[in-house]
């Protein structure tokens, strides 16, 4: 049976944080991993993945969660499609991507996968904003009575 899986990757500890981020809300996820490059690494992000990517069962989904957009992260990432033409290179991680992508039993078509970067995009808003307009709102309102 094929599986979806993820790689989260970015700089520093995010991508190893998102990891421990996600499992604390839906337990073990196997098919979840991190990467990242650091200060002092003797492997590259590329290999460190290429090696995950090699270990796959053929057939799995792979979809890859970069941090920052033409980032030396998100380029190593775009760098694997030559030898690995089927990855999904994604950017921006966020938690609710990470958690629907994972969840996902089935490679994700086109329109599934639009749908999910959709939600993950709703999920950045200004909240404090928000607050005060409805705070505004609810003020306006009782001034009408």
Known sequence: MHMNRVILASHGGLSAGMLDTVQMIMG????????ATTRDETESIAQKTGRLLDSFPAGDAVYILTDVLNGSVNNDMLSLVAKYPDITVICGMNACLVLSIADAEEPLTREELNDILGQAQGQLLDCTQQLREAMNS????????
């Open 28 to 35: 073990d996820l196997p098919n979840v991993c991190a990467v």
């Open 138 to 145: 609810n003020t306006d309102e009782e001034d009408d009575l």
